[in-house]
């Protein structure tokens, strides 16, 4: 009788390179951590203080830029208020001296002329200072807290 040879059939031929290239990354990843310690424990230290010191100059120009446009920016905000304002005191001006000249043309001329009361008056106002001044002159000053004795 003659032999039959059983042919070996694999069944799980790519599970098998599936397992080893998994080894084969788990080792490459062993690897890179032991060389990476190796790097840091030799040259490590002096890259990064290369890197902190790198780091702080760029910081520095950093904030250097951002507080020149923050300055630039005031700078011209002030300005456009300050023309704003002109430009707004002399609308009002002008529309004020426009009205007073309307109503003078507008108004009859034999209009009797009337006082405004002395309080009203322009000249009134630096005496009223002066007056409140005067009482708060007067008023009785405060007692001073009595404090007990031992």
């Known amino acids: ?65 951002v507080g020149d446009q923050v300055e630039f920016s005031i700078t011209r905000a002030n300005a456009v208020w300050k023309r704003t304002r002109r430009t707004v005191e002399t609308t009002v001006k002008q529309a004020a001296t426009s009205m007073v000249d309307y109503a003078q043309q507008v108004l009859p001329k034999s209009l009797p002329k009337i006082e405004l009361p002395k309080m009203l008056a322009p000249a009134a106002k630096a ?11 007067a008023r009785p000053a405060k007692k001073a807290k009595r404090t007990k004795r031992a």
């Open 1 to 65: 009788m003659q032999k039959q040879s059983i042919p070996v059939f694999n069944p799980y031929p790519f599970g098998e390179a599936a397992l080893a290239a998994s080894r084969k990354v788990w080792l490459a990843g062993l690897g890179a951590t032991v060389v990476t310690r190796d790097w840091v424990q030799s040259e490590g230290g002096q890259v990064f203080r290369t890197l902190v010191r790198e780091g702080t100059v760029v910081e520095s120009r950093a904030i250097r830029f």
């Open 127 to 137: 005496p009223v200072k002066r007056a409140r001044k005067a009482v708060r002159a």
